[in-house]
Every structure is written in structure tokens, then in C-alpha cells.
């Protein structure tokens, strides 16, 4: 009999009805608050002035109140003469006026004619009825509507309820979440994790993102994988609760409860619906309460918070979801994607020769980083196959347009002083920044030829001459202006385990029996290294076990050695030190920028090259070791 995985596998909107159906049931009650703490909050009723302001005739000015009959007439050429105290009454900015008084003459225009009679004044300009006074009433009147229901507090908003004589008022209760994480091997932030364990951190991801959408968050305690320790939490938290998100446990593994459960004690709307990631969710009414499975992958999780949790935060408050800008940019290459699901893009975006580039990012549901990468969000729809290069894609922006149009675009070779340079980028007084990603030397190369990335890291060596980068450029971009600017000279070699227990100190170590290696993809400026070593000793790939198992940058092959994944990977020494592996090296290597013509009259490249030419980040890359920036900056070609 096959196994049933999933209830269902519902699209997504049909989930959403199903969810919101019942979660939009529940209504946010109304509590009393002092309205100096309101801002943020959403009124539950109208509010209606109680006193007016201001509540008094007040002057608009320093001067002088005087009755505007008083002055007609005047002018500097025949003013009008009034005594103090009798008929002309000394007044401040925000002073009641005397009663016999209806308005207020401007202190530049009164003058003191006689030294010797100090309550005496002259007036040399004629004030109308009411003229530089505020009237009762002006700004607010007693009861007028200052804001309606179901309005969201602003802070200029709190000083029209005060001066309106509103002390308290009331607003929407905040939808209370509770968050339950779930995992025997979960441990709280606060230690490294021992082998196995994992440190807890997708609730407080959820946390900020619920109090960032008006919501308030209650945690609690880490529940082991136990059927009844999870009813046990879920009963309580329902007690008290608007919403209940479990973490991880939604999906079917021998450990993951959270379906049985929330099937035991409430109804499970739908468990599994066509998105990716996030395909494992549970959603389900508990008590009369919304409890949501969420994935345990960071990614996935996140993903449900934004398509489901989102939405229903900003509906208890009566508010819209607010808009995200929206821009339609060309696909950078070919992405494939299942019928089964909705999938869901993350996204590095730049502007190319007028052009909106997309690039997708990592697209495992595990890989948190590429959350923090992502410039923006695309959907690919069920029932698409996916997209080819060139393909317009409508991306969901996490940045501003603006940044998105001072980004600088990099896509090429994988190299750790990128990150310092978007670093020193950020902390410079220019708005430019970088967008790296990690396509290999080769993929640099065609993207400078389609005309989709600014810049482009590279570092080929060609095989015939024995020289760096400049061979490709003559090979694959003939007819385009390339200018090659140098980076950085890098020491390249074997990483491997401290203390190096295998005792691999060449390639042709690599051969031996029970020897794994990690290796970089296809087109990659270190795979070609590689493959030119293996040449130059006569090796064959087909002997070295792990040669076709592939990692995207030098941090993999570091991390996956590290891991007891293999035990050896050619990398930058960088890489192994920043990690605490062990390295032998074998070369140095030419890391450069290859620039596109259009790209290098421009600011943006102005300042690219003042960074990398400046002894602060030399000296920055320098220190992680394995590096040599003494010519950093250069043009090569």
C-alpha cells in the first residue's frame, strides 16, 4: 500500500480560503489604553474630542492684544497711539487674550515713542478683526471625530488626541501568538551546539516577524519530541491564545507529532499544501483557535509566516497588508521547477545596462543565507515547468527600488574578500552596494556576454599558457570591451583536517584508496585547477573518489572537510584558516574583476575601484591570510 505523506496537497489559495475561513472568526477584543502609549496601535471605536483647542482665544504671536477698532487707521507714517494696561495688553506665543480683546498686533510693529511715559506705545500697522490669533476651536473642536475605528495611530496622531483632551482611549488587543519549537535535539541560543544537537532559532525569527506585523509573542520552552508533551503544550497555549504556531514536527517523520496531535485534539484543515518550500504545513482550529504546523527549515518556515501568518496579522487588525515594491526583471537563467507546487524565488536583483537582472538564489528549504541574500521574492506558478534565460520574472522587493538601482551586480567565482568589499561598500558615504553571487568563473564570463552583471570574478587558468583570465576573455568575449582589473593574488591548495590524520600532501595523494575529496561545480576557476593538475600527472578523474560531488563556493568545501564529509577539497587557504582546517598549498592564483565597458565610466565603478585600492580593506582581506593585495586595483587589461 503507498504510504500517504500528506492530507492533502492543496493549492494555495484554496488553502488560504480554508485557513482564513475559520481563523477570521475569532474578532480582537478591545482594551482600554493611555493614549500616550497608543502609537502603533489600531483605535476599536471612533474617538470623538472632549475639549476643544485650543479652548481659549490664543495669540499666534508675541505683541500686543488690542481691540482691532483700536488701530484703524494706522500707519508708520500717522500711528495710532494706545496706553498699556488700559486698551493695549502685552501677550506671548500660545497666551489667552484679555476678553475686551480680538487681536494681537505683532511686537516688530509697536513702538515706545516717550522715554519717560513707558506705558505709552504707537501702533504703525492696522490689525483686522481676529488677525494673529488663534481662535477656539482652530485646530480641534469638542466633539469632532479626530480619528475613526479601526485607524492605525500615528505618532502626530497622539498630540491631536491629547490636545483634544483624550487621556485614554480604546484599541484593538494585539493578536497574541504563542510559539512552541519542537526537537529533541534543539538546545536555546546561548552555547555552540555539541554533534547533533541544533541550536534553537527559527521562534525567534517568527518572534520578529509577528512583532514587526502588530502582533505580541509569547515563548515557550523547548518540548521534546513526545506526542504528550506536545498536546500537553498545545492545550495550554490555546487557553490564552489568538494563534498557536508549532515549530517543525509538521512533516512525517518517525519524530514529527504535530499532525496526530492537532488531529486529536481539534481539526486539521489541511496538511500539506502546493508551495515551495513550506509543503509540510498544518493548519488546523484548535478550541476555536488557529494552530499552525510550521516546517522545521528556516526557509520553508518563513515562507508559511509570509503567505498565511502575514495576511491573517494585518486582517485581526483591521489594517492592509502594506504594499512591497514590485518590479519586473529578466530572468539570468534557466530555472527549472516541478508541476506540484507553487515555488517560490529568492531572489538577488540589479539594474544591467537599463535592464532588471534576476538571479535566483540557494533554493533549499535549510538554507537560511539565502533569505538574508535575497534582494526580493518571484513565484513560478503550478502549473509552469518553470523558466528559461531571458524570462520576465515579477519580483516582490525586500529592498527599495532605489538600492536595488545603486547595486553593483557581481556574478562570477566565489571569493571571501567580495564580502569585505560589500562590507567596506556599506560603511563608505556612497550609496552603492554590492550583489554577489556565486555562479562560477565560466558563468561570470557568459553573463558579462549576455549583458547581465556589472563586473565578473574571475580566476581561469588556461591550461596552454599557464596564464590567468585573459586567455577566456580573448576566447568567449571577442567582440566586447572587457577591462580586468585585479583583485587579489590568493595562495590555492588541498584542505584538509587538522593535523592532516590522511597524510594528503599532493594531488596525486588524492588517488589513494579510501581518499574522498569534495569538489567545486562545473566552470568553476578552482574545478579548472583541478582538472589542469590531474592533466599535468597523468591522473584520471574516474580515480579519485567524490570528484563529481559539487560545492558552490570555498566555505562548502572548507565546512564539508570539516565535517568528516571528505577528507580532503581544493580550496583558498582563507577558507581553511577562517574554518580551523589544515592547508597545503600548491599555488598562488590571479583573482581579477573583469568590467564591462558600460559599466567602467560610471560612478559606481569609480568608487568600486577607490575601495579596492584603499589600504583599509588591502589590509582587511590581507589579514584573513592567503591573500596578496599589493596591486590591488590594477588594470591588467
Not at 27 to 35: F, G, I
Not at 384 to 412: F, H, K, P
Request: aromatic letters at 6%.
Amino acid at each position: 500500500m503507498e504510504r500517504k505523506i500528506y492530507l492533502n496537497n492543496l493549492p494555495l489559495e484554496r488553502a488560504r480560503e480554508i485557513f482564513w475561513d475559520t481563523a477570521l472568526k475569532r474578532e480582537m477584543a478591545m482594551v482600554e489604553l493611555d493614549t500616550r502609549l497608543a502609537a502603533g496601535r489600531v483605535t476599536a471605536e471612533p474617538v470623538f474630542a472632549r475639549i476643544s483647542s485650543p479652548h481659549y482665544h490664543a495669540s499666534a504671536m508675541d505683541g500686543i492684544a488690542v481691540k482691532a477698532a483700536d488701530t484703524f487707521g494706522a500707519v508708520p507714517t500717522a500711528p495710532r497711539r494706545l496706553m498699556l494696561s488700559q486698551n493695549a495688553f502685552p501677550v506671548d506665543t500660545g497666551g489667552a487674550l484679555p476678553p475686551q480683546c480680538d487681536a494681537v498686533v505683532m511686537i516688530e510693529n509697536v513702538t515706545f515713542p516717550d522715554s519717560n511715559n513707558p506705558q505709552l506705545i504707537e501702533i504703525r500697522e492696522a490689525v483686522a478683526p481676529w488677525q494673529h490669533v488663534r481662535s477656539i476651536g482652530e485646530d480641534v473642536v469638542a466633539a469632532e471625530m479626530i480619528i475613526p475605528s479601526y485607524h492605525l495611530i500615528r505618532p502626530f496622531d497622539l498630540g491631536a488626541l491629547l490636545s483634544g483632551g483624550i487621556f485614554q482611549l480604546k484599541v484593538l488587543k494585539k493578536p497574541l501568538v504563542s510559539l512552541i519549537p519542537t526537537g529533541s535535539e534543539i538546545i536555546p541560543p546561548g552555547r555552540i551546539p555539541n554533534s547533533g544537537e541544533i541550536i534553537e532559532s527559527n521562534t525567534y525569527t517568527s518572534a520578529a516577524a509577528i512583532e514587526q506585523w502588530g502582533g505580541d509573542v509569547t515563548r515557550q520552552a523547548v518540548v521534546w519530541d513526545e506526542v504528550h508533551l506536545l498536546e500537553k503544550a498545545v492545550s495550554r497555549a490555546v487557553r490564552f491564545s489568538d494563534l498557536v504556531l508549532i515549530s517543525a514536527g509538521s512533516s512525517a517523520g518517525r519524530r514529527d507529532h504535530t499532525f496526530h496531535v492537532l488531529d486529536r485534539l481539534g481539526e486539521v484543515l489541511a496538511h500539506g499544501v502546493a508551495i515551495r518550500p513550506g509543503k509540510p504545513v498544518v493548519l488546523a482550529v484548535v478550541d476555536g483557535v488557529p494552530v499552525v504546523g510550521l516546517p522545521g527549515y528556516p526557509v520553508a518556515a518563513y515562507t508559511v509566516l509570509e503567505l498565511f501568518i502575514r495576511p491573517l496579522l494585518y486582517a485581526w487588525q483591521k489594517q492592509p497588508i502594506p504594499p512591497r515594491e514590485v518590479l519586473h526583471a529578466r530572468s539570468s537563467r534557466r530555472i527549472l521547477s516541478s508541476l506540484k507546487e507553487e515555488e517560490y524565488l529568492r531572489l538577488k536583483v540589479g539594474k544591467v545596462n537599463n535592464n532588471f537582472i534576476a538571479t535566483p538564489l540557494a533554493r533549499g528549504a535549510g538554507v537560511s543565507m539565502s533569505l538574508v541574500r535575497a534582494d526580493g521574492l518571484a513565484s513560478i506558478l503550478q502549473d509552469q515547468e518553470g523558466v528559461e534565460a531571458g524570462d520576465n520574472l515579477v519580483v516582490s522587493l525586500w529592498r527599495t527600488l532605489r538600492e536595488i538601482e545603486n547595486t553593483i551586480v557581481c556574478l562570477g567565482s566565489h571569493d571571501l574578500s567580495l564580502d569585505i568589499l560589500y562590507d567596506f561598500l556599506k560603511r563608505s558615504d556612497s550609496p552603492y552596494t554590492l550583489s554577489s553571487a556565486h555562479v562560477g568563473s565560466m558563468g561570470g564570463i557568459m553573463a558579462l556576454q549576455r549583458e547581465e552583471t556589472h563586473i565578473a570574478g574571475l580566476h581561469l587558468l588556461d591550461p596552454e599558457s599557464g596564464s590567468y583570465n585573459i586567455p577566456y576573455l580573448k576566447r568567449y568575449l571577442p567582440q566586447k570591451e572587457i577591462r580586468l582589473v585585479h583583485l587579489a593574488r590568493r595562495e590555492l591548495g588541498l584542505i584538509v583536517k587538522p593535523g592532516n590524520p590522511r597524510n594528503i600532501n599532493s594531488i596525486a595523494d588524492l588517488t589513494r584508496e579510501g581518499i574522498i575529496i569534495v569538489n567545486r561545480q562545473k566552470g568553476a576557476g578552482t574545478r579548472v585547477f583541478l582538472d589542469y593538475s590531474l592533466a599535468g600527472e597523468n591522473i584520471d578523474p574516474n580515480r579519485i573518489q567524490g570528484y563529481d560531488r559539487e560545492e558552490f563556493n570555498h566555505l562548502a568545501v572548507s565546512a564539508a572537510v570539516k565535517a568528516g564529509n571528505a577528507d580532503a577539497g581544493l580550496g583558498i587557504r582563507a577558507a581553511a584558516s577562517t574554518l580551523g582546517m589544515d592547508f597545503i598549498p600548491l599555488a598562488w592564483e590571479d583573482y581579477d574583476l573583469a568590467i564591462a565597458a558600460a559599466f567602467y565610466e560610471t560612478e559606481q565603478y569609480n568608487t568600486l575601484i577607490e575601495v579596492i585600492s584603499s589600504p583599509a580593506f588591502r589590509a582587511a582581506v590581507e589579514k584573513m591570510g592567503g591573500y596578496n593585495l599589493k596591486e590591488s586595483g590594477k588594470i591588467v587589461k
